[in-house]
């Protein structure tokens, strides 16, 4: 079966430090992978995503994640966090195998003043 | 501006009652999707559909049902509300492809 794993389901930074949340999924095979980000008591917003092409993905505020086929990983990463950061994380993916999106169960980023 | 809209934002039901929740986009996307979301189990897939009234279960269907009479609009009923059923639910549509979902804001319904 398919399957997403965020290892992490806290992840505490202070503001301006570096931050990665790992992502792995079950099958590298015909892949579309996202992160999205949800505040509180709204719908997921997508950060970024990849459907082909480049390794490296760059999407909204700041954020990047890489592609390792691999690995079959897609860990989101910023360099430099901002309070604003404070959010749930959700990393997805879809195979072209099936129809529907998998999700990991999230990761909780608190940005520490 | 693209959206995925969806009827309440919350809702307060009395165990037994029977719930709907509507959603509608305007992207005419084929696919449409039903999510439940509690705190550390993620999104749970309840019922998707790739075409008008085609429907496909999720992971946890049980104790639902769906209805896509129209291509923009996907509706979730709980045909007797129960207490656990209380959560957060979050509508999504995507093409045929599924190269993005979009969300609507989400459905907090609280079963009382």
């Known amino acids: 079966a398919q399957s997403v794993t965020q290892l992490d389901s806290q992840v505490p930074v202070f503001e301006e430090a570096p931050v990665e949340l790992r992502c792995n999924y079950s099958s590298s095979v015909s892949v579309y992978l996202f992160w999205y980000v949800q505040y509180p008591n709204q719908g997921l917003q997508l950060l970024l995503k990849?459907?082909?092409?480049?390794?490296l993905v760059k999407g909204i505020n700041g954020f990047e994640a890489e592609f390792n086929k691999s690995q079959t990983s897609f860990h989101l990463r910023k360099p430099s966090v901002h309070i604003s950061d404070t959010a749930e994380y959700f990393c997805a993916v879809s195979w072209n195998t099936g129809n529907q999106f998998y999700f990991g169960t999230g990761t909780s980023l608190t940005v520490i003043p | 501006d693209v959206k995925v809209t969806q009827s309440s934002r919350y809702l307060v039901k009395r165990t037994g009652e029977k719930v709907f929740l509507e959603c509608v986009q305007d992207m005419d996307h084929e696919n449409m999707f039903w999510y439940r979301q509690d705190p550390g189990l993620g999104l749970r897939l309840i019922y998707f559909?790739?075409?008008?009234?085609?429907?496909e279960k999720g992971d946890i269907p049980e104790g639902y049902s769906v209805s896509r009479e129209k291509k923009e609009r996907f509706s979730l009923i709980l045909e007797s509300a129960s207490t656990n059923q209380t959560s957060m639910y979050l509508c999504?549509?995507?093409?045929?492809?599924?190269?993005?979902?979009?969300f609507g804001q989400g459905t907090r319904l609280t079963v009382v």
């Open positions: 999504a549509s995507s093409d045929l492809l599924n190269t993005e979902a979009f």
């Open positions: 990849y459907l082909s092409g480049s390794t």
């Open positions: 559909s790739y075409d008008v009234k085609m429907k």
